[in-house]
């Protein structure tokens, strides 16, 4: 019988047989194969803590003019990309217990219409998600290049263009990934598309990081301070590595998830890692919850403008 759960298309591969599944799965042994039981509470307080934040960053963004740049435009389309993480999981997370417990009895054939837009709703916040992430490291190095020019190259004009291109990308993207599923092609589209994203942040973070570097070490030549250097250095690279660290760890294991489904639907360590997916999205969601840390929180007139918002001074 069909199940209300999240992603349910890339749970298990769909170019195995499932006695090939159960075989290869008894083969392998060992406890790990058993996968990991989440939750689903532990789904739900991270969907709330995640949608949360994320709306306090939104609200904060339009309510204070001086955020309306593209540089925050494109913050507040990561925290509605996150958003939307979080509520299509609560969503399903919800719709799971209300009918594990009897509350809500729903058919099976409209179970099936709502696995598919709860599929398409999450793929397309997951393809926005990265596209916000490698545009917000794409202004950032515009910012430090090209500081003199940027108000000419990023114009709100074009950050606007960039944001409902990014849109309209991940709604057809969701739309195909649903339609076509089964192709190996669309997941090999995916995992390509992850690796770009995943190589451009790193070429663009290393590199500003590089440039700061050679900054710092040109004033503390001149001013005398090796200690000042090696501190704002150590500053930076821990930034870098965070930055870089969060995004590999957490969408990662994923899309490990989506080469393996490609390469070795049948192989006995591939079917164990399979039984691992729930543990994949909570690290999906726990990226919702550090996203607003990273990219939002750390701006002062943006804390300034959110305890306005939390103390409902509006």
């Known amino acids: 019988m069909s199940t209300l759960a999240p992603l349910r298309l890339l749970r298990e ?3 195995a047989s ?4 159960n075989n ?5 042994g060992g406890a790990w194969c058993q996968g990991l039981d989440v939750p689903n509470e532990l789904f739900l307080t991270l969907g709330l803590v995640s949608l949360v934040e994320n709306l306090l960053v939104v609200a904060a963004i339009l309510k204070n003019r001086n955020l309306h740049s593209p540089m925050y435009y494109f913050i507040c389309c990561l925290a509605v990309s996150d958003m939307l993480v979080s509520i299509s999981n609560l969503a399903a997370t919800l719709f799971m217990l209300l009918m594990k417990h009897g509350v809500l009895v729903i058919h099976a054939s409209i179970i099936r219409h709502m696995d598919n837009i709860i599929d398409m709703l999450i793929c397309s916040s997951v393809v926005s998600s990265l596209s916000f992430l ?3 490291a794409v202004d950032r190095y515009i910012t430090i290049f090209y500081a003199l020019r940027y108000h000419s190259i990023m114009t709100l004009q074009r950050a606007v263009v ?3 291109s990014v849109w309209l990308a991940s709604t057809v993207s969701s739309t195909v990934f649903i339609t076509y599923y089964r192709n190996n092609a669309i997941l090999l589209c995916l995992i390509g598309f992850f690796l ?8 663009l973070y290393i590199h500003m990081f590089a440039l700061a570097r050679h900054h710092l070490r040109s004033i503390s030549s001149q001013q005398k301070h090796p200690t000042v250097y090696r501190t704002s250095s150590l500053k930076g690279a821990v930034t870098v590595t965070i930055v870089l660290g969060v995004f590999f760890v957490c969408w990662g294991p994923f899309f490990f998830h989506l080469i393996l489904i490609v390469t070795c639907p049948t192989n006995p360590f591939c079917t164990c890692f399979f039984g691992y ?7 999906i969601i726990c990226n919702s919850v550090v ?6 929180f750390r701006s002062q007139e943006l804390r300034r403008t959110l305890r306005e918002v939390v103390l409902c001074s509006w």
């Open 13 to 15: 591969p769909w170019n």
């Open 18 to 21: 499932e006695g090939n599944q």
């Open 24 to 28: 290869t799965t008894a083969g392998a």
């Open 134 to 136: 490698g545009v917000i």
């Open 162 to 164: 960039t944001m409902a």
């Open 196 to 203: 770009f994203m995943l190589i451009l942040m790193l070429v």
């Open 277 to 283: 997916f729930n543990l994949f999205l909570i690290l």
């Open 291 to 296: 996203d607003p840390l990273i990219y939002a």
